[in-house]
């Protein structure tokens, strides 16, 4: 493939996980991790707060030249 200035682009997957509180309808959230080992620790605490987790759809992070590590894109 063609490389604009020799470097390869890096693409990272993180989690983003949907919860809600069943006993407090209006009480939902998302957070977003972006690794995968904090992904099981996070929805551990989640789940101890009382919370039930929706879903957990991956969520691509595009690394560039400039991008910072560690960060999610805006949306």
């Known amino acids: 493939m ?3 200035s020799g470097r390869r682009r890096v693409m990272r ?3 983003k996980i949907l919860y809600r ?3 407090r309808p ?3 959230g998302v957070k977003l991790v ?8 996070e929805k551990e605490v989640l789940k101890g707060l009382g919370f039930t ?5 991956p969520v ?3 690394l560039g030249r400039n991008a910072r590590l560690g ?3 805006r949306t």
């Open 2 to 4: 063609f490389k604009r």
């Open 26 to 28: 209006g009480e939902a």
């Open 60 to 62: 691509p992070l595009a």
């Open 21 to 23: 509180n069943l006993r």
């Open 34 to 41: 972006p690794d995968q080992s904090q992904r099981a620790a």
């Open 53 to 57: 987790i929706i879903e957990i759809p």
């Open 71 to 73: 960060t999610l894109p």
């Open 13 to 15: 997957v993180a989690s």
